[in-house]
């Protein structure tokens, strides 16, 4: 039976909720997007799903921080994957820096001497990495000198913010486990590793792969929102791979393509030929950008009372 169109109606005073709802009655991503409201929805009342949050790009420069805080808060993750940058950047912020909003049409020559950074149409401070490596230092020498997963370290770092709506330290409070496979691929790890030569400390990333498979074991399914791609989501592909528990619930919110062969556009269809995702799952891929999708779908995830 076929099931016409029916176009897509905005009033006044409308709830985020029922203007998502609406997107349902639409097509092309509106309806992608309604689809990962209600698989979020179904994801979040499943008690027995073991549910990731993975996080690539540069989420917190572009003013996610405090969403993803707030949905780490609501319950709606048990684990968060993400990369070495986007914790950067949440240190930054939480040791009392900032992100600038700048644009694009800009000779870039002309903001490197005026110490400022460039993410598209985010500026940071030069001077603000600077704060971050002489108060990450005086936290690093207060830890005991002995060989941490990334987890534990982040973990630790986040009992020692201040900072409530820092991602780091909303994990910790909530003893919501973060991941962070490429904390060597960042200018957080990039201090890690400086410091740790001359001293007992380490941090052993291998020890996270054992500690997240662990916890895979140990559910009985799993599910996930995957923000962009990279290698948060082949890390956690990986995982539940391995681990024999591939993702019954997956929303995939990204601008990358499938047909260039990389992980990042790979669809949860293709995933399902390497065990990653089952064959019986809810699963959906978004085409947008998420700094557009998750407010909104937080939004209306929120006002439903779903998390």
């Known amino acids: 039976m076929l099931n016409p169109v029916e176009h897509i109606k905005v009033k006044p005073k409308m709830t985020v909720s ?22 979020l929805s179904l994801m979040s009342k499943d008690c027995s799903c073991l549910k990731f949050l993975t996080v690539a790009g540069a989420a917190v420069p572009g003013g996610l921080r405090f969403i993803i805080s707030t949905m780490i808060k609501a319950k709606l993750f048990d684990a968060v994957i993400t990369t070495g940058a986007n914790l950067t950047h949440d240190l930054l ?56 997963s990334s987890k534990e370290l982040l973990n630790t770092l986040g009992s020692l913010i201040s900072d409530d709506y820092s991602i780091l330290k909303t994990c ?27 001293s007992d400390f380490k941090v052993d990333l291998f ?26 989501k082949n890390y956690l592909n990986q995982a539940v791979m391995a681990a024999g528990k591939p993702l019954t619930y997956v929303v995939n919110i990204s601008t990358d393509r499938p047909e260039y062969g990389g992980l990042s556009g790979a669809t949860p269809d293709e995933a399902i030929s390497w065990g990653k995702v089952k064959r019986e799952s809810y699963r959906v891929v978004v085409p947008c950008d998420f700094t557009v999708a998750l407010p909104i779908l937080a939004a209306a995830l929120i006002e439903d009372g779903e998390v």
């Open 207 to 232: 020890q996270d792969q054992v500690e997240l498979l662990d916890l895979i074991w140990g559910s009985e399914k799993t599910g996930a929102l995957i923000l962009g791609g990279g290698v948060p």
């Open 172 to 198: 910790s409070v909530m003893n919501i486990p973060i991941f962070c496979p490429t904390l060597n691929d960042s200018i957080l790890g990039l201090h890690i590793s400086m410091y740790s030569r001359n």
């Open 18 to 39: 029922t203007l998502l709802k609406e997107f349902g009655n639409g097509s092309f991503t509106a309806r992608r997007l309604y689809e990962a409201y209600q698989i």
């Open 93 to 148: 912020e939480a040791f009392g820096e900032m992100h600038f909003k700048g644009n694009t049409y800009v000779d870039d020559s002309d903001l490197e001497k005026m110490g400022l950074s460039r993410i598209y149409d985010v500026y940071v401070k030069k001077e603000s990495f600077l704060t971050l490596e002489k108060k990450l230092r005086v936290i690093l020498e207060d830890l005991p000198g002995k060989t941490m």
